[in-house]
């Protein structure tokens, strides 16, 4: 079956980075393209933005530009997003998900179990 | 951005109940409308494709349909297992964008 497994939780200090990992197995990995979605807590779902494994190309929210990075790396089946110049609002759980379709319908079938990013001052 | 606006933002019914929650779009979004579930702890999950599509493996006690820029999802008869709360997400334009989500209580 579909599964998309996270790294472990962090904490990270104010201006620092984060990388969180998304590890899918159970489909061929580059044929669908990975969302990040972050939820603060007690907050509602936010979109980051899309990759697609198969090219490598992503797609950022203009409000995360210049802050995140989304990678891919087929060798090892595992999308990563980067998040730099951390701020205390960037506290969240972080989510990988998959795109339902092989192109990019923008609906997400399976997620992964989340990675909650904690930023300390 | 497109906005999408749920309402109720919470909401108390029992077992058994029908319950409807609708969600608007700020502009025309055709059908790329879908429905999430999201349980305390979990990952959301996918309910609703493309405004009234049965994700494979959801009961048929929920159903979506689409007026415009109205959207609705439906349970037909609350079970145990539904008390959570649901998201509406736009896909037709970048940035995608969810509604605020609608709590859904046992009374």
């Known amino acids: 079956q579909v599964l998309l497994v996270q790294s472990g939780a962090e904490v990270e200090k104010s201006g620092a980075s984060v990388k969180v990992s998304c590890k899918a197995s159970g489909y061929t990995f580059a044929g669908y393209y990975i969302h990040w979605v972050r939820q603060a807590p007690g907050q509602g779902l936010e979109w980051m933005g899309w990759?697609?494994?198969?090219?490598?190309?992503?797609n950022y929210a203009q409000k995360f530009q210049g802050r995140v990075t989304l990678t891919t790396d087929t060798s090892v089946n595992t999308a990563y997003l980067e998040l730099g110049r951390l701020r205390s609002d960037d506290t969240a759980v972080y989510f990988c998900a998959r795109d339902r379709g092989g192109s990019n319908y923008g609906d997400f079938d399976s997620w992964g179990q989340g990675t909650l990013v904690t930023v300390s001052s | 951005d497109i906005q999408m606006t749920q309402s109720p933002s919470s909401l108390s019914a029992s077992v058994g109940d029908r319950v409807a929650i609708t969600c608007r779009a700020s502009?025309?979004?055709?059908?790329?409308l879908n429905w999430y579930q999201q349980k305390p702890g979990q990952a959301p999950s996918l309910l609703i494709y493309?405004?009234?599509t049965l994700q494979s493996g959801v009961p048929s006690r929920f159903s979506g349909s689409a007026s415009g820029t109205d959207f609705t999802l439906t349970i037909s008869s609350l079970q145990p297992e539904d008390f959570a709360t649901y998201y509406c997400q736009q896909s037709n334009r970048v940035p995608i964008t969810f509604g605020q989500g609608t709590r859904l209580e046992i009374k």
């Open positions: 990759i697609n494994p198969n090219t490598g190309d992503p």
């Open positions: 493309t405004a009234s």
């Open positions: 502009q025309s979004i055709s059908t790329d």
